[in-house]
């Protein structure tokens, strides 16, 4: 101790250490107690906010280039992830921080001000470019007594003055008061940040000046020279960054000593904590009445033991007796006489699990069948009240399972523990010892048949019943549905999920998003997540912000964006992982980095590449043919070098990629693999049993099942019953029932087609799919483009809703189908009012209100002419026929839902549309022959008009003839004319 104390001695006379300043050592908040931490943090706080003047100083070694916090002012630690660069919901605030960057050569001073929001004043080119030993003066003046919202900052680096900051705004203004649990840190809180630097002291003094802060560290200044940005003559300094005093230490002199003093520093706190530790306990032995010379008396306590067993004996010494320490974890008493408790009445088990008491401690039985979960045990009060440790049984859905062994369409009912088989379900006759067989009666099973406004459907499975247009339920039981969403305006006396109320009656939502949970959905709620800004200025209106932070000044706040850091307004997110593409180091998920990805956007861990020209067979448009630049001008997905336009049965496959080139089947369904697609394959699944012809057909077409087993004769095999195509979704939901690729509707992922790339009127549209891919929303004023989904279909039925949310302007929205490239596609297309587009070159086009079909086969794809062309409402040589328009030319009506049924049958050129406003069909274009495109994808259309719905989006795969194809032409069903 007398060897330190010269030491720090010596240390005060030749390098002015001071000792009477008023100062704080800011590195005792990382050694400090709980409570003491608190104090000096308390002190810091309330020193920045009522002196005019402060000084940071510190002596610190940079040792890599990356950012790291040097001190900062933030809430106490919590829960979570912490970040020293942002705001973080789960740990609290930062109010004041000081960074150093090396790889920039730069030192920020961020903190929270007045607005909200953050200041940063940066310094750059301050001499801290590299690893190494730094000494620095971060000076912070305003006028408190004035009240004043400024402040100034200046920095000194090396004991030259660095940079000036005068008049930002008030640094002390927003630092939180006593009350807060605030905490003053010397480092970043991560493990990983605190080796980017070493902190040799870290000091804060206030009722003092430059000059005396300065001297103390042993530079001298005169006047203002601090403020004209000479050096100071600094002894230290000088002699361990290089300057011209070479008297004192050299700098491994130096460095050398500071590390015996920090060594000597550490040894004194140790020392300083095992002295109050000894002396606690003697204040207890003094306590107890335990002298030195009879802390054991065998006598006592070893021959005649009145404690409990296991229980401290201890004995009173002189005065004679002993004393029993407290009953061991499990029991109550007074350490002579120890009780057993019980734990149990606790409740620490799961409720069908039993509860075992024990002398001492409890153990809970095992959860019992039926359930899953893990047995507990354990020992005391405070094990048996910890609520994050109680047992948990939960139940096991035995239906989950194939049905739980219930006869195959039949209800299984699961309950808690077991479950029971219930009757067959809708659409199917039999019972548990028979089986469930196919019924064509729409009703059966029901109290009643179809409502009076619903129509009774014929489906693969069997027959349902469907609510009509403008009505929704579950078929038996239908109300009004205002918004054709698929939702009744209220309540219904049935327990499906279509029978529930409509949350937003006025605005279709199919999906019924409520985010905030206060009943209103989010398609018609102000604030939808409740946090008091408008989704109209919320930067993250699905998420609860109400200071509205961005640190990367993108359209996405904070709390919401995937790169917080990186400005990405899209947050693609391609393999969903919660981090967005731009700072994703790996994109597509596939274990690949994106630089070492010749698919960086597509998964694809075998890298092949057949041409190698660096992108992968899985995303590479000519997988066959070199081509880096992957042009594809058509927008198809066969890029330009390999495509040949050569389609003879014009499905939208050319030729050398068709698995069926003579026969349509836009979908290429190839069910047995065999490179021969279904339609053109007399034996879809390869089982040997032809589709067709003899010795078939084959009762399972699409499952392979040679033996042919059809235990109840109706002409289906057993293997593929009540799921024809074996895709392991019953028939009566699944939308293609005879296609193991399609199973539900879905525009989750589509392909966004600009349709005026180079033109400059307006932007692009903005698509934002909802509702698990059946509802799409576009939100802008934009030039022309469709979104379209990557199913393609041959014969097909497609509903939707359409809604325009908003009472301002009057153009286009529709919806696609037949797409096979940007310049060959089917639009439905819809304008509000007349109007001449408003760029004549290069010709003039006038819009007519009302409903329009048209068929597109541009010469020249996307650009002014189609554009033009699309806007035409009429014939447009070599770019759009127009095929049928609604002879009353009526406009859509503002915030009005109409409902469309569109039927395509490629093969043989059938197109018929209906239209309805609630349960009224507004229009109807009758039977449309054209076979301009046979087969393709489908998707939606916008053209200049802001917040179009598409809602309640449904397609089917269906290449049965409608009816009315034979009255239109004069046919019968046997083919007949």
């Not at 030993?133 to 003055?161: D, M, P, V, W």
């Not at 660095?162 to 991560?190: C, F, T």
């Not at 029991?331 to 734990?343: A, F, N, R, S, V």
């Not at 797409?819 to 003039?844: I, L, N």
Request: proline content about 5%; charged content about 25%.
């Amino acid at each position: 101790m007398y060897l330190i104390f010269l030491m720090f001695c010596w240390l005060q006379a030749s390098y002015g250490i001071p000792t009477s300043l008023t100062e704080i050592d800011l590195l005792m908040t990382s050694s400090s107690r709980p409570a003491q931490k608190i104090t000096i943090s308390r002190k810091v706080i309330q020193v920045f906010k009522q002196y005019d003047s402060i000084f940071l100083v510190g002596d610190i070694e940079i040792h890599d280039k990356n950012v790291t916090t040097i001190f900062a002012i933030d809430e106490m630690e919590r829960i979570g992830v912490f970040s020293s660069r942002h705001f973080s919901q789960n740990r609290g605030i930062i109010y004041f921080e000081l960074l150093v960057d090396a790889g920039t050569d730069a030192v920020s001073v961020r903190y929270l001000n007045n607005h909200g929001g953050y200041t940063s004043v940066k310094f750059r080119k301050v001499g801290i470019n590299q690893p190494g030993y730094y000494s620095f003066i971060l000076a912070i003046s305003s006028s408190i007594k004035e009240r004043s919202s400024t402040s100034g900052i200046q920095l000194y680096i090396n004991c030259k003055h660095s940079h000036n900051a005068e008049n930002v705004p008030s640094v002390a203004a927003n630092l939180p008061s006593e009350s807060i649990a605030a905490e003053v840190r010397v480092g970043p809180r991560d493990r990983i940040g605190q080796a980017r630097f070493t902190a040799r002291s870290m000091l804060l003094f206030y009722d003092t000046d430059i000059t005396t802060v300065s001297e103390q560290m042993g530079c001298k200044v005169q006047g203002d020279e601090h403020r004209a940005g000479s050096a100071f003559p600094c002894r230290v300094c000088d002699d361990v960054y290089g300057g011209s005093n070479t008297g004192g230490m050299n700098r491994q002199d130096l460095q050398e000593f500071t590390r015996v003093v920090a060594e000597l520093k550490q040894s004194i706190i140790m020392m300083t904590r095992e002295a109050q530790q000894l002396k606690n306990v003697m204040m207890q032995c003094k306590a107890c009445g335990i002298q030195p010379d009879n802390l054991i008396d065998e006598d006592e306590c070893d021959l005649n033991n009145p404690c409990f067993e296991g229980v401290a004996c201890i004995n009173n010494g002189a005065n004679g007796g002993v004393k029993c320490g407290p009953c061991p974890e499990g029991y109550t008493g007074d350490g002579k006489i120890c009780e057993d408790i019980d734990e149990c009445k606790e409740e620490p088990c799961s409720p069908v699990a039993k509860c075992l008491n024990h002398v001492p401690g409890f153990t809970c039985t095992p959860c019992p069948p039926g359930y899953t979960g893990q047995g507990r045990e354990g020992i005391g009060l405070e094990e048996a009240r910890n609520k994050t440790k109680k047992q948990v049984c939960t139940d096991i859905d035995e239906c989950q399972e194939d049905n739980a062994g219930c006869v195959f369409n039949s209800e299984c009912i699961n309950s808690m523990g077991s479950f029971s088989c219930g009757p067959c379900k809708a659409g199917y006759e039999g019972d548990q010892e028979s089986g469930c067989k196919l019924s064509h009666r729409c009703g059966f099973g029901k109290k009643s048949s179809c409502h009076v406004n619903a129509t009774c459907q014929s489906h693969r499975d069997g027959a349902v019943c469907e609510c009509r247009v403008g009505t929704a339920g579950n078929g038996y039981t239908c109300g009004e549905d205002s918004d054709l969403d698929g939702r009744p305006d209220y309540d219904l006396p049935c327990v499906d999920a279509s029978c529930l109320k409509d949350n937003c009656k006025n605005v279709p939502n199919s999906g019924q998003e409520d985010v905030d949970g206060d009943g209103f959905g989010d398609a018609c709620d102000e604030d939808i997540d409740n946090d008091d800004v408008i989704n109209i200025e919320d930067n993250c209106p699905y998420h609860v912000n109400e200071y509205q932070r961005n640190s990367d000044a993108d359209s996405v706040g904070d709390v919401c964006d995937n790169c917080k850091t990186v400005p990405n307004s899209d947050q693609s997110d391609v393999d969903a992982d919660g981090t967005g593409d731009v700072c994703d180091d790996d994109i597509d998920g596939d274990g690949i980095p994106n630089l070492y990805d010749n698919c960086p956007r597509f998964p694809n861990n075998d890298q092949h590449d057949i041409d190698k020209d660096g992108i992968g067979d899985d995303c590479d448009n000519c997988p066959q043919t070199e081509n880096p630049n992957q042009d594809d001008k058509d927008d198809d997905g066969t890029g330009d070098l390999c495509d040949d336009g050569k389609d003879r049965d014009g499905d939208g496959i050319q030729d050398d990629q068709d698995n069926c080139p003579d026969i349509i089947n836009s979908g290429q369904l190839d069910t047995d693999n065999d490179g021969i697609g279904d339609q053109c394959d007399e034996d879809d699944d390869g089982d040997g049993v032809p589709d067709f012809t003899l010795p078939g057909p084959d009762n399972c077409r699409l499952v392979p099942n040679s033996d042919q087993v059809d235990t109840d004769a109706n002409g289906v095999g057993d293997v593929c019953e009540g799921d024809f195509d074996y895709d392991k979704i019953p028939d009566r939901i699944d939308v293609c029932p005879e296609n193991a690729e399609i199973q539900r509707t879905d525009f989750r992922y589509f392909q966004q087609v600009i349709l005026d790339p180079l033109g400059d009127a307006q932007i692009d549209p903005n698509w934002v799919v909802q509702n698990e891919g059946k509802e799409i929303v576009q939100t802008l004023n934009s030039d022309p483009g469709l979104a379209i989904g990557y199913t393609a279909f041959n014969g097909l039925d497609f509903y939707g809703t359409f809604f325009v949310n908003t009472k301002t302007d009057d153009d286009y929205a529709g919806f696609i189908f037949g797409y096979q490239d940007s310049s060959h596609f089917y639009s439905v297309m819809w304008k509000q009012s007349e109007q001449t587009y408003w760029q004549t070159s290069p010709f003039r086009a006038i819009a007519q209100p009302g409903i329009q079909i048209k068929a597109i086969k541009s010469r020249t794809g996307p650009g002014k002419l189609l554009r033009n062309a699309l806007w035409e409402s009429a014939d447009t040589d070599g770019q759009v026929k127009l095929l049928w328009s609604d002879p009353i030319n009526m406009g859509w009506e503002d915030q009005t839902a109409y409902r469309w049924e569109l039927l395509h049958r490629p093969d043989v050129g059938y197109i018929r549309l209906k239209m309805f406003k609630g349960s009224q069909k507004v229009t109807d274009s009758g039977v449309i022959f054209d076979e301009t495109m046979r087969g393709g994808r489908l998707g939606v259309f916008c053209f200049s008009q802001e917040k179009v719905i598409w809602s309640n989006l449904m397609y089917r795969c269906n290449d049965t003839l409608p009816h009315d194809y034979y009255g239109a032409t004069g046919k019968t069903m046997n083919g007949q004319s």
